[in-house]
C-alpha cells in the first residue's frame, strides 16, 4: 500500500520560513516525479512546485519562485518543501503528491498525502 505522510507544518509569522518532508512508501520511490500543491480556505487545490524522478529538473508556482524550494532524497525516500520568506497569503493546507509524469496538473498524480497545515500570520 502507497503512502505518502507530509510534516513539518505549523505557524509562523511573515517573513519566517518552515521546511516541510514528505515520506513515501510503498512503491519505488526514485521512479516517479513529485509534487507539493496547497489548498487554501474555500479555494481549489493549486500547484505549488515539482520535481522529476531524478531532482535533476524542477518547476515553480511563480508566486513562489525565490522563495521555495523542493529536494528529494532517494535513499530516504523523502521530499523536501523549503519554504522561507513566508506570506499570510501562503497559508494553506500543503499536499505531497507522486506521480508518473513531471506536471504542475494535479489530475497526474496518482497518490496523495493527508496534508500538513501552514499558517502564516500578518
Known amino acids: 500500500q502507497v503512502q505518502l505522510v507530509e510534516s513539518g507544518g505549523g505557524l509562523v509569522q511573515a517573513g519566517g520560513s518552515l521546511r516541510l518532508s514528505c515520506v513515501v512508501s510503498g512503491r519505488t520511490f526514485s521512479s516517479y516525479a513529485m509534487g507539493w500543491f496547497r489548498q487554501a480556505p474555500g479555494k481549489e487545490r493549486e500547484f505549488v512546485v515539482t520535481?522529476?524522478?531524478?531532482?535533476?529538473?524542477?518547476a515553480y508556482k511563480e508566486s513562489v519562485k525565490g522563495r521555495f524550494t523542493i529536494s528529494r532524497d532517494n535513499v530516504k525516500n523523502t521530499v523536501y518543501l523549503q519554504m522561507n520568506s513566508l506570506k499570510p497569503e501562503d497559508t494553506a493546507v500543503y499536499y505531497c503528491?507522486?506521480?508518473?509524469?513531471?506536471?504542475?496538473?494535479?489530475?497526474?498524480?496518482?497518490?496523495w498525502g493527508q496534508g500538513t497545515q501552514v499558517t502564516v500570520s500578518s
Open positions: 520535481i522529476t524522478w531524478s531532482g535533476g529538473t524542477t
Open positions: 503528491a507522486s506521480g508518473a509524469r513531471f506536471s504542475s496538473d494535479r489530475n497526474t498524480y496518482t497518490f
